[in-house]
T-cell receptor, first 114, second 111 residues
Framework: NAGVTQTPKFRILKIGQSMTLQCTQD?????MYWYRQDPGMGLKLIYY???????DKGEVPNGYNVSRSTTEDFPLRLELAAPSQTSVYFC?????????????FGEGSWLTVV | AQKITQTQPGMFVQEKEAVTLDCTYD???????LFWYKQPSSGEMIFLIY??????QNATEGRYSLNFQKARKSANLVISASQLGDSAMYFC????????FGAGTRLTVKP
């Protein structure tokens, strides 16, 4: 039972480089989310999607882009990496808007920008 | 947009005692959900308990209970009979089309 899978788990980027964090879920969930968690802090919502073809900005979207071409996949793109983007990134998914459905998280991706 | 606040950066509790972790929220939508997650040092997010805004009774899950006071907009987590394995970060979150998290409370259980 895979759940939410995100890759890579660890990555070091140089300033100005680009990369994509991959996220896929096998639970047929409509809702998908990307969060970042800075050391000792809570999770901040970057982007979310309520279904294929639909994405919306969260609290901290600057410097990131997302796409949702399929129900299963929700990649997060960093175009010009900056040290401020050093963080742990969590992808998550949940089913419909019906309350009571929990959010399922991936294991996190540790990103360091140097 | 909804907002969630956890005012206790750190808490200590003696093993086998109960502890309450505070959480307040703000939203203008009458329909929302409140969640608590545990994050151990390994980093994964573990779902603990859920409370819907229309639920009449406080949610309970084993040693976890949620003290939901809607008028005060608070959703405190109560952990009974604390165990050493309960030492972790605890996050309160509010859900309404997206999930917003509080800053977290680091709980340390002392033997």
């Amino acid at each position: 039972n895979a759940g939410v899978t995100q890759t890579p788990k660890f990555r070091i980027l140089k300033i100005g480089q680009s990369m994509t964090l991959q996220c896929t879920q096998d639970m047929n969930h409509n809702y998908m989310y990307w969060y970042r968690q800075d050391p000792g802090m809570g999770l901040k919502l970057i982007y979310y999607s309520v279904g294929a073809g639909i994405t919306d900005k969260g609290e901290v979207p600057n410097g990131y882009n997302v796409s949702r071409s399929t129900t299963e996949d929700f990649p997060l793109r960093l175009e010009l990496a900056a040290p401020s983007q050093t963080s742990v990134y969590f992808c998550a998914s949940s089913s419909t808007r019906v309350l009571g459905n929990t959010i399922y998280f991936g294991e996190g991706s540790w990103l360091t920008v140097v | 947009a909804q907002k969630i606040t956890q005012t206790q950066p750190g808490m200590f509790v003696q093993e086998k005692e109960a502890v309450t972790l505070d959480c307040t929220y703000d939203t203008s939508d009458p329909s929302y959900g409140l969640f608590w997650y545990k994050q151990p040092s390994s980093g994964e997010m573990i779902f603990l308990i859920y409370q819907g805004s229309y639920d009449q009774q406080n949610a309970t899950e084993g040693r976890y209970s949620l003290n939901f006071q809607k008028a005060r907009k608070s959703a405190n987590l109560v952990i009974s009979a604390s165990q050493l394995g309960d030492s972790a970060m605890y996050f309160c979150a509010i859900w309404n089309n997206d999930m917003r998290f509080g800053a977290g409370t680091r709980l340390t259980v002392k033997p």
